[in-house]
């Protein structure tokens, strides 16, 4: 919704209906007449902090709380390169970024280690510069399967340009075409309904996944979480899950960082030691990850330990309820709802309703699914 919002304001014609989203846009981005609230998304503010830098008016974008102790200083650098004019104002519960076009067009690099958005805000912003634009990535990718993505729906939009291992080039003016998406399923939410139905379910159904269009690297759980011990079986358009004996597993999270929370869940009830590579980004989520998540579940009983960049986690054989807080982090409260599914006793998780950044409905599908919940 915040970037519905957003590109209303900067010009767009959005009509929403039950499952469909028509939008007009107006090709280079409008100034808007009045901030745009990002709220707690971090995609809203990266990519719209990209995009309207190729409008010649004055663009200023706002964000609280957490989002005010995320990076974004790297993409204002690599913005001002190709042309932008930007300015930052940071302060402890809010942040305040202003932007101005044109982009010029040129060479430019960006730090690739630290989001994904950063890389996608980029590419998506260079159609619109007046000349060619060429991005060096630095470091390494994280991420890579989203940025893939990236450029799959820009070359579906009618958008030319080269891609190396480490660079993109992509010529200046374009026009972007419009076209018609399916979009699929959110695996990275839908990871905890699976998670929940193979510790604490017997057979559950999820609806409304989708690998068939462009591919969302968190589908990478249905060949994962089997591997694991929850057996998930794709019938037809929908995935029965089973619950299972879960074993200990190593898995590289390099490309799949919002998985992580999930996977600490169900490593912390599987049989053995287990570890999970490449989480040293979970520190510029909406809470530090690499903090919260082993807090909350040392709470219930299990064993985590953060070393450089993995997690090793020793499973229990059985966690136990307590209060627990979601660190005003989305992830964490739904990785607190799964873990206290499987778990003896009561658990009772303050500021839960933080789960309506990324899936309204998640408290409602579980009550569906079974789960008896109270709201205090």
């Keep these: 919704m915040r970037t519905l919002d ?15 989203i028509v939008s007009r846009g107006v090709g280079v981005p409008l100034p808007p007449n009045v901030p745009l609230d990002c709220g707690e998304s971090g995609a809203t503010l990266r990519l719209l902090t990209a995009i309207s830098s190729a409008s010649m008016g004055k663009t200023v974008l706002i964000a609280g709380n957490s989002l005010a ?7 204002l650098d ?6 932008a004019s930007t300015r930052l104002d940071r302060a402890e519960d ?28 980029l590419l998506m912003a260079a159609p619109l510069a007046r000349d060619e634009v060429r991005i060096t990535l630095e470091g390494q990718i994280e991420s890579r399967p989203y940025v893939e993505m990236t450029l799959a729906i820009m070359k579906q939009h009618g958008i030319l340009l080269e891609e190396t ?4 080039r992509i010529p200046a003016p374009q026009e972007y075409r419009p076209i018609t998406h399916r979009v699929p399923g959110d695996f990275s939410s839908a990871a905890f309904l699976i998670a929940a139905g193979g510790t604490a379910g017997d057979n559950i159904t999820v609806s409304g996944l989708d690998r068939d269009s462009i591919v969302e690297p968190d589908s990478v759980v249905l060949e994962l979480f089997p591997q694991i011990g929850i057996d998930v079986k794709e019938i037809g358009g929908d995935l029965l899950v089973t619950k299972g004996q879960l074993e200990h597993f190593a898995f590289d999270a390099s490309d799949n960082p919002d998985l992580v929370p999930v996977l600490e869940v169900l490593a912390a009830q599987a049989k053995g030691r287990s570890e ?49 807080s979601s660190h005003h982090d989305h992830r964490v409260a739904m990785a607190c709802a799964t873990a206290a599914l499987a778990a003896n006793g009561q658990s009772v ?28």
């Design 6 to 20: 957003a590109i209303r304001e900067m010009g767009a014609r959005v009509r929403e209906s039950r499952d469909v």
């Design 69 to 75: 102790k995320r990076p974004i200083q790297p993409l």
């Design 78 to 83: 690599a913005l001002e390169i190709i042309g």
């Design 94 to 121: 809010h942040l305040r970024v202003t932007v101005q076009g044109p982009l010029k067009g040129g060479a430019t690099s960006i730090d690739a280690g630290i989001s994904s958005q950063f890389i996608s805000g």
């Design 165 to 168: 291992k480490d660079s993109f």
């Design 276 to 324: 999970i590579r490449g989480v040293r980004r979970l520190r510029y989520k909406e809470s530090n990850r690499l903090e919260t998540v082993p807090e909350e579940l040392t709470k219930m009983g299990a064993k985590v330990f953060v070393k450089e960049d993995k997690v090793v986690i020793d499973g229990s054989e059985k966690l136990v309820g307590e209060r627990l």
């Design 349 to 376: 998780i303050e500021d839960a309703e933080v789960v309506s950044k990324s899936y309204p409905a998640f408290f409602n599908d579980l009550e569906r699914l079974g789960a008896r919940l109270d709201v205090e």
